[in-house]
């Protein structure tokens, strides 16, 4: 299986500055038709996860500019370019290249 | 407006059995794979399962194979889980889930708690 590993799993960050997530995993994730299958989620406590950036650099609908992804091949990171308090919550990568699909632990980002 | 609504959780001994629905609407269901995704109590997201547009692929993580079957039915916009010989690591919060490599909807979730 493709393990998802993602750093830091804890994040405290002050309101109004930047925030990384890095997710790196064990196999690349490129598919045989060239797409990059790497998701990065956003889950609030009590909430379902709620999609942010598919195919690694692609902001979903209604997603704020300040949520960007970057990466290639195993390597992976989410930027948050001023953080807000609604950020809070658990960030997840997962990759949808290989079967099984795997998530990375979760980064829990919490307001200084 | 996409909506995926689940039903079917509760409390179940081990051992038993039990199904889970989710029934989607505001979208084309058959243009999309489905996923069912897990989260236990205080833990991160598990994949579970995918099924193909048409209903002739099906995929699960290991841990569930051979006792949970995901199914569709596309007359109805819906998907199932069924989910057999239930063990305490089953116990977890269920969401189904639109797409399969990069699911972007998803239910508001159906607990399951497998205890004696």
């Known amino acids: 299986d493709v393990v998802m590993t993602q750093s830091p799993l804890s994040l405290p960050v002050t309101l109004g500055q930047p925030a990384s997530i890095s997710c790196r995993s064990s196999?690349?994730?490129?598919?045989?038709?060239?797409?990059?299958?790497l998701t990065w989620f956003h889950q609030r406590p009590g909430q379902s996860p709620r999609r942010l950036i598919y195919k690694v650099s692609n902001r979903d609908s209604g997603v704020p500019d300040r949520f960007s992804g970057s990466g290639s091949g195993t390597d992976f990171t989410l930027k948050i370019s001023r953080v807000e308090a609604e950020d809070v919550g658990v960030y997840y990568c997962m990759q949808g290249t290989h079967w099984p699909r795997t998530f990375g632990q979760g980064t829990k980002l919490e307001i200084k | 407006e996409v909506q995926l609504v689940q039903s079917g959780g509760g409390l179940v001994r081990p051992g038993g059995s039990l199904r889970l629905s989710c029934a989607a609407s505001?979208?084309?269901?058959?243009?999309?794979?489905m996923s069912w995704v897990r989260q236990a109590p205080g833990k991160g997201l598990e994949w579970v399962a995918n099924i193909k547009q048409d209903g002739s692929e099906e995929h699960y993580v290991d841990s569930v194979k051979g006792r949970f079957t995901i199914s569709r039915d596309n007359a109805k916009n819906s998907l199932s889980l069924q989910m057999n010989s239930l063990r305490a690591e089953d116990t977890a919060m269920y969401y189904c889930?639109?797409?399969?490599?990069?699911?972007?909807?998803w239910g508001q979730g159906t607990l399951v708690t497998v205890s004696s």
């Open positions: 196999q690349s994730l490129v598919y045989s038709d060239g797409n990059t299958h």
């Open positions: 889930a639109r797409g399969g490599a990069a699911p972007t909807d």
């Open positions: 505001g979208f084309t269901f058959t243009s999309y794979w």
